[in-house]
Structure formats: structure tokens, C-alpha cells
């Protein structure tokens, strides 16, 4: 909390106490270990994507922004689209330019 | 040997007794979780679950509270990214799910990046990233910048079909050393070359500053287009990103 007179240091603000010491060579590791996490991810996506539309949830709602062709009317009002693709045939020829 | 019941949060247990099945990966994240505190806890379960808000909150909190900047990252924020990492692999979850993790991760990291940052940890550079104008397929370029910020680059998002007017004013605002433009549709290609001549046309043109990505994009094309680096995929993106900045070329404006 801040001091009662206003000139302490205001502990909701991280930065106000000034930058406490970061030894660099533990900050690169940390990137390095979420980069690595990240990378086997993408493992993942380039393997998935094969098969199944990326802009699909994993309730099958639709996460698009654009048109598709496999879109249907959502179950509930306000709800995202429901995919109706079946994930046999390439996907992308459903996807429409806007 | 800690135990599952060691874990203090709820959401965490349950999530690695359903979807954790290796013992392996189990064991190490049953010792990883155990070991941190409720609070840092707290931060995992809302990052897995993709909520934001609560990341953002928490994280304010905790450094508030005087939890150092590297503790929060690796024992709230990298730690629930490895869960999700297993459960995307494991079919639980999928693309958009990550997404919404990535975006939760971002949330808690835009308090850590500057108290990093002031202590002399900089972000490996500056990218400003949009997908061209008339295509809202954004996917590749919202994995482009995940990885991209998981790998310590700054990134400002411009989103969806994005203008060449609306690329150069975020360059003048923002200075980056990298800008990164893709397009998913064979229609909207051309859009890319269309925003570098804009650049030009408003004399803004570094050398070696723009690279170009997308499922139709191809090396040639983009060396058509006077881009000056093509991935096919995000994994290409940071190695060309990182090679950008190395070579030094991403330097200026």
C-alpha cells in the first residue's frame, strides 16, 4: 500500500519501486523453455491441420472471422457457429474470400 | 516424491489426473506445480483455461505482493503452457483453444516484459505484424506471433485485413525493426506487393526490414514482391526474424 503521507512507494504499480535485479542468463532460459514448449506445438499444428480446420473449437463451434461454407446456425443465440465440416475433405476449399 | 494431492488447486489436479497420462510427464509436473505456491498456482489454472482477464489480475497482484518477475513467468505462466502444450498434443484441446492461452499468456507477461526489460533484459526486437488488406485469415499470423513472443520479440498485432496506410502509420508510431505481413488467399497476394509499394511511395523503405508469410506465399513470390524474407511456417518466421535482426539489417525504419 502506499504510505499515508503519498510519497512511498505505490505497491499496486510493480515498476514503482524500481527494477530489482534480472540476471539475464535466467530470463534467456525461461524464453528458451516456453520457446521449446511452443515449438513442439507447432509440431502439432502442422500435423492436426492436416485433418481438422484450425478455426475449429474443440466443441466444433467455428472461431472464424471470415465465411465458410461448413458454417451452421448456432444451437443457442449468441453462441459461435456450429462447423459442419467432416474433416475427410480439405477444408480450405470451404473457406470464403471475406 | 510429491504427490497429486500436493497441488493446492483444484482445476490443476483435476486437469493433470484426466489428461496427463504419461508417468512420466506426470511426475514432473505433478513436482513442478507442488513446489509453487497457491498464488503462482492460481496463475497456471486461469492460463490454462484461457482466461485472460484473471492472468492479467493475478499477475498484478503477485508482483504487487513483491513475487519477483522471473517467478511469476516460470512458475505461473511457462508452467501452465506446459500442460496446455501436452493437452494440444494430446487431441484435448486444439488450435483456437492455444490461441486463447497464448492470448491469457500475453495478458500476464505485458506486466513482466517492462520490469524485465528495466533490468536490462530486452526484447530481442520489435515486430509489427498484420495479415494485408481484404483477408481475414488470421490463424498463421496469430501462430507467427505466439512464437514469436514466446521466443522474446516484442509484437504489436494489427490484426485482420489491414491497409498499407494502416501498416505505415503503426511503423512511424511504433518504430519496429521487423515488419511481417501474410495473406492466406491467392486473391489477396498481391496486396503484400501493393503495401511495400506504399512504403516506398512513402519513402519508409529499410532494405531488409519486411518478411512475408502465408499458405500460398512462396520464396519467389515474395522475392517478386521486394519482400526481404519469406517463412513458410511460424517456426521459419522466428529463424528468419531472428536472422533479420542478427545480420542487423532489421535495424532502422
Same mark, same amino acid.
Given at each position: ?64 472471422? %471470415? ?32 | ?16 489426473? #484426466? ?13 513442478? %506445480? ?78 513482466? #516484459?517492462?520490469?524485465? /526489460?528495466? /533490468? ?32 522474446? %520479440? ?42 511495400? #509499394?506504399?512504403?516506398?511511395?512513402? $519513402? ?9 508469410? $502465408? ?27 531472428? /536472422?533479420?535482426?542478427? #545480420? ?6
Amino acid at each position: 500500500m502506499p504510505a499515508s503521507d503519498g510519497t512511498g512507494p505505490d505497491r499496486s504499480d510493480p515498476l514503482a519501486a524500481g527494477p530489482t535485479s534480472v540476471d539475464p542468463a535466467a530470463v534467456q532460459a525461461s524464453f528458451d523453455r516456453l520457446s521449446g514448449i511452443f515449438s513442439e506445438m507447432m509440431l502439432t499444428v502442422a500435423e492436426v491441420s492436416t485433418r481438422r480446420c484450425p478455426y475449429k473449437d474443440r466443441t466444433d463451434h467455428c472461431t472464424a472471422k %471470415f465465411g465458410c461454407r461448413n458454417q451452421r446456425r448456432p444451437t443457442e443465440p449468441g453462441e459461435l457457429l456450429v462447423c459442419g465440416g467432416d474433416d475427410k475433405l480439405d477444408y480450405r476449399s470451404a473457406w470464403e474470400p471475406g | 516424491m510429491a504427490e497429486l494431492t500436493d497441488i493446492k488447486n483444484e482445476l490443476i489436479r483435476a486437469e493433470i489426473d #484426466e489428461y496427463v497420462g504419461r508417468p512420466d510427464e506426470r511426475e514432473r509436473l505433478i513436482a513442478m %506445480f507442488a513446489s509453487a505456491g497457491p498464488q503462482m498456482q492460481a496463475i497456471s489454472a486461469a492460463l490454462i483455461d484461457g482466461d485472460h482477464a484473471t492472468v492479467d489480475g493475478l499477475t498484478r497482484e503477485a508482483l504487487a505482493a513483491g513475487t519477483t518477475a522471473l517467478e511469476v513467468m516460470d512458475d505461473g505462466l511457462i508452467a501452465g503452457m506446459a500442460l496446455v502444450g501436452i493437452k494440444f498434443r494430446d487431441g484435448v484441446i486444439f488450435v483456437p483453444e492455444v490461441l486463447a492461452c497464448a492470448r491469457a499468456m500475453k495478458a500476464g507477461m505485458a506486466h513482466i #516484459e517492462p520490469i524485465l /526489460s528495466a /533490468s536490462g533484459a530486452k526484447p530481442l526486437g520489435k515486430v509489427v505484424m498484420g495479415t494485408v488488406k481484404g483477408d481475414l485469415h488470421d490463424i498463421g499470423k496469430n501462430l507467427c506471433i505466439m512464437m514469436l513472443r514466446g521466443s522474446g %520479440f516484442d509484437v504489436i498485432d494489427l490484426g485482420v485485413d489491414t491497409s498499407p496506410d494502416t501498416f505505415i502509420e503503426a511503423v512511424e508510431e511504433h518504430a519496429p525493426d521487423l515488419l511481417g505481413m501474410s495473406a492466406l488467399l491467392t486473391t489477396t497476394m498481391p496486396n503484400i506487393g501493393r503495401t511495400i #509499394e506504399a512504403f516506398l511511395e512513402a $519513402g519508409l523503405r529499410d532494405p531488409d526490414k519486411i518478411m512475408v508469410g $502465408g499458405a500460398p506465399v512462396t520464396q519467389a513470390f515474395a522475392d517478386d514482391m521486394g519482400a526481404d524474407g519469406y517463412g513458410k511456417d511460424a517456426m521459419a518466421c522466428v529463424a528468419l526474424a531472428k /536472422s533479420l535482426i542478427a #545480420e542487423g539489417t532489421g535495424a532502422r525504419v
